[in-house]
């Protein structure tokens, strides 16, 4: 199983990103999705999630400004950053929870897309 994470850039403050993660290989299903961000000298911290009845959960942090939420493809996710603020820097990682085709249940995380909020 492999996830690809994209969309990362340098945006300014007040902008607008939207990041993708699609994940391959031997999924059967997945269950939970979170997006993780890691600022530079901070711990990983979780930035939204999502669980198959659609139901998301946010860091109060980005309330109101993110929205997490699953594609066509189900092995798709997407985070829609607006309202950027520097404190939105960092490196966002996707984890998806998997099922695989043998049963077996895995977390696995994308390769992290780099987000620069600056002026």
């Known amino acids: 199983v492999q996830l690809q994470a994209s969309g990362g850039g340098l945006v300014q403050p007040g902008g607008s990103l939207r990041l993708s993660c699609a994940g391959s290989?031997?999924?059967?299903?997945?269950?939970?999705i979170n997006w993780y961000r890691q600022a530079p000298g901070k711990q990983r911290e979780l930035v939204a999630g999502?669980?198959?009845?659609?139901?998301?959960n946010y860091a109060d942090s980005v309330k109101g400004r993110f929205t997490i939420s699953r594609g066509n493809a189900r092995n798709t996710v997407y985070l829609q950053m607006n309202s950027l603020k520097p404190e939105d820097t960092g490196m966002y990682y996707c984890?998806?929870?998997?099922?695989?085709?043998?049963?077996?249940?895995?977390?696995?995380w994308g390769q992290g897309t780099l987000v620069t909020v600056s002026s």
């Open positions: 984890k998806f929870e998997v099922i695989l085709e043998d049963g077996f249940l895995e977390d696995y």
């Open positions: 290989g031997s999924i059967f299903s997945i269950n939970d």
């Open positions: 999502i669980i198959p009845d659609g139901t998301t």
